[in-house]
């Protein structure tokens, strides 16, 4: 439970800025002012999500925030306040270390969860020791509001889908590389997106954090203008796409990439080549109910005999079918684009020279 209550405790009114003394900003003033921005939540809450590019500068550990907010719903606003005093006031200095050693120019922005008590604390803290300080009205909870509202902006939205091994995520990159606007969900994710997409990379965000990140790519981003996103489903890994979004996206055109099978294969060697051999049994294991169980031997066998490559080619069937299916399910219509042979900068200058008024349900 959270404590931030509206107005403070008389006694405690000296330790608090007042909104005359700092500056006091919206989201959308927040995130262009100056100064890193410092989240004074607990750990806990920091970890959940946060505001990209935050540092934590918690006011409370978690077991200590959890004994105030029981303070307070079972004594009181006051109670909860001696509590939470008792335990900040010790630390003011490490604090007051920790914000310098962070601020830009003595400069710094701050945020709690909803704009309230903790948030004010540090501020007049941060005020009284020369740091000149921003405050996030409404806190993270009105951040949280701007993320849905973006991630919710209708956009023209080009969708790149393909099957597994036609190098869809090289070739997104490399259509950004280009200067198309491209929203890479699963780079955003650390997954590639199957049963084998969290292999060799870092753990993944909360579902949250990653709506955070897809927030703060979108808003770079002219809504008018065609944005390229890769073919998902509504999960990557564990992180879920934004809702609203992905409405967008299974209305959106399509265009298909296509490659020949065994250029298909030399990618997917290529990306798994080096990845620790148990991992990638343990995931073949994973899909048995669907690709069965003579394949998944296979495979395995293959996989424990450094053959990489044929236990791709048994894998692919399972995945082939999925996508296909997938593909019939789609109410709009879907261009293929042969790009065999091409590099992942020639195939996506070959997209980008189609005029996409001119994708229809055709092979280019």
Same mark, same amino acid.
């Given at each position: 439970?959270?404590?931030?209550?509206?107005?403070?405790?008389?006694? /405690? &009114?000296?330790?608090?800025?007042?909104?005359?003394? $700092?500056?006091?900003?919206? /989201?959308?003033?927040?995130?262009?002012?100056?100064?890193?921005?410092?989240?004074?939540?607990?750990?806990?809450?920091?970890?959940?999500?946060?505001?990209?590019?935050?540092?934590? #500068?918690?006011?409370?550990?978690? &077991?200590?925030?959890?004994?105030?907010?029981?303070?307070?719903?079972?004594?009181?606003? !006051?109670?909860?306040?001696?509590?939470? /005093?008792?335990?900040?006031?010790?630390?003011?200095? !490490? *604090?007051?270390?920790?914000?310098?050693?962070?601020?830009?120019?003595?400069?710094?922005?701050? /945020?709690?969860?909803?704009?309230?008590?903790?948030?004010?604390?540090?501020?007049?803290?941060?005020?009284?020791?020369? +740091?000149?300080?921003?405050? =996030? !009205?409404?806190?993270?909870?009105?951040?949280?509001?701007?993320?849905? !509202?973006?991630?919710?902006?209708?956009?023209?939205?080009?969708?790149?889908?393909?099957?597994?091994?036609?190098?869809?995520?090289?070739? =997104?990159?490399?259509?950004? @590389?280009?200067?198309?606007?491209?929203?890479?969900l699963e780079g955003l994710a650390n997954h590639r997106g199957s049963a084998f997409g969290g292999l060799g990379l870092p753990s993944q965000p909360t579902t949250q954090q990653y709506e955070n990140y897809v927030a703060?790519?979108? +808003?770079?981003?002219?809504?008018? @203008?065609?944005?390229?996103? &890769?073919?998902?489903?509504?999960?990557?890994?564990?992180c879920w796409v934004p809702e609203e979004l992905y409405k967008q996206m299974k209305l959106a055109p399509t265009v298909e990439i296509k490659r020949p099978f065994e250029e298909r294969l030399d990618i997917l060697t290529?990306i798994y080549g080096s990845t620790d051999s148990n991992g990638l049994i343990d995931a073949t294991k994973r899909i048995q109910k669907n690709l069965g169980g003579d394949r998944v031997k296979k495979a395995v066998e293959?996989?424990?005999?450094?053959? *990489?490559? &044929?236990?791709?080619?048994?894998?692919?069937?399972?995945?082939?079918? $999925?996508?296909?299916?997938?593909?019939?399910?789609?109410?709009?219509?879907?261009?293929?684009?042969? #790009?065999?042979?091409?590099?992942?900068?020639?195939?996506?200058?070959?997209?980008?020279?189609?005029? =996409?008024?001119?994708?229809?349900?055709?092979?280019?």
């Amino acid at each position: 439970m959270s404590i931030e209550p509206d107005i403070s405790a008389p006694k /405690y &009114e000296h330790l608090l800025v007042s909104d005359n003394e $700092t500056t006091v900003q919206a /989201y959308e003033d927040f995130r262009g002012s100056e100064g890193p921005i410092l989240d004074v939540r607990s750990p806990a809450e920091f970890e959940a999500g946060r505001i990209p590019g935050a540092r934590s #500068v918690a006011l409370f550990s978690d &077991e200590e925030r959890a004994e105030v907010g029981i303070a307070y719903k079972k004594k009181g606003r !006051e109670a909860a306040m001696d509590i939470g /005093y008792g335990i900040a006031e010790p630390r003011q200095e !490490e *604090l007051i270390k920790k914000a310098k050693r962070l601020a830009d120019d003595d400069r710094v922005r701050i /945020y709690c969860a909803r704009g309230g008590l903790r948030s004010k604390s540090v501020a007049g803290l941060l005020t009284s020791a020369g +740091i000149k300080v921003t405050r =996030l !009205e409404g806190g993270y909870k009105s951040y949280r509001q701007w993320v849905r !509202e973006t991630v919710s902006r209708p956009r023209r939205i080009q969708i790149l889908g393909g099957l597994t091994g036609t190098g869809k995520t090289d070739i =997104l990159i490399a259509l950004g @590389e280009l200067e198309e606007q491209v929203l890479d969900l699963e780079g955003l994710a650390n997954h590639r997106g199957s049963a084998f997409g969290g292999l060799g990379l870092p753990s993944q965000p909360t579902t949250q954090q990653y709506e955070n990140y897809v927030a703060k790519e979108l +808003i770079k981003q002219d809504p008018e @203008e065609t944005v390229w996103i &890769e073919s998902e489903s509504g999960r990557v890994g564990t992180c879920w796409v934004p809702e609203e979004l992905y409405k967008q996206m299974k209305l959106a055109p399509t265009v298909e990439i296509k490659r020949p099978f065994e250029e298909r294969l030399d990618i997917l060697t290529e990306i798994y080549g080096s990845t620790d051999s148990n991992g990638l049994i343990d995931a073949t294991k994973r899909i048995q109910k669907n690709l069965g169980g003579d394949r998944v031997k296979k495979a395995v066998e293959f996989i424990e005999n450094d053959q *990489l490559r &044929e236990a791709c080619r048994v894998i692919l069937d399972y995945y082939d079918r $999925t996508y296909r299916e997938s593909l019939k399910r789609r109410p709009v219509s879907v261009t293929r684009v042969e #790009v065999g042979g091409l590099t992942d900068r020639d195939a996506a200058k070959k997209l980008k020279s189609i005029s =996409l008024t001119q994708f229809s349900n055709a092979t280019v």
